[in-house]
């Protein structure tokens, strides 16, 4: 597996030994394996696709300053690149000479960029989008809006919604991360929850912030419980696991099992180290 977590990105082997660590910049929300072994992931400021000998061979940047943000990137068939420019109000596709071939533009009316949005994806016929703090956005192909659903209707767990990412899954079904709120929930199309990952489901797992997700083939799901601003050590434990349609553990990663391997964020308000798990891919080798 492939993880985004804080400052880094780095790959865990089947054995959750750590064999590669790339620490880069901070923001880091997404990443991606390429075809060529390399990896693509976004950082505050662009996107980068580095090479499994640490060497950046491709960036997309923006200028360092207050007014931009990027919060997550997708590679797609056609050598494109999908990219949320949260500074800019937009969804983007560029091509590998930097030329923006698609632009959408999005609602958010917050202030700060790093109040709108966190995670875009594209699919064969739409694009969905994360706006914070508890909205999914639909577009279709052309970028019209077609769809959206406040996360409100589900009823709240814990803290505030913090809209992180939207899968789309082979049935048709979504599955939402709410962020600060603890849950993952996988939603039909007509807003229905069939699968429900928090404390009433699973009462043993604290889950600080819900972050990125991978439906495997044999339906169970890996899940990331990302320790943004933690204050609650028993909520840090498990950084990722995989969890069946029923509810077993089939494997943790846990907090101390990364500890000395990858480097941790220190958050200055508590003093806790934090590895910030956002993000899970598989890498097909």
Known sequence: MVIAGGQQIFVIEPDRSVSWVFGCYDGVYDVWPLSNGNFLFSHKYGVCEVSHGKKIVWEYSLEHNALNEINSCQPLDDGNILILDSGNNRLIEVNRKKDIMVEIKLPSTAKSPHDRYRIGRKTKKSYYVSMLPYKVLKFDRNGKHTFEINMNVFGKQNKPFYAFETLPLKSGNLLFSTGYDGRFLEVTPDSKVVWEVSEKTIPWLKIQFSGGAVRLSNGNTILCNAD????????????????????????????????????????????MNEFRVTQVKIIDN
């Open 228 to 271: 943004w601003h933690v204050t609650n050590k028993d909520k840090q434990e498990f950084q990722l696991l995989e969890i069946t349609k029923d509810y077993k553990l089939v494997w943790a990663i846990k907090y101390d099992d990364l500890s000395g391997l990858v480097e941790p964020y220190l958050e200055k308000k508590t003093g």
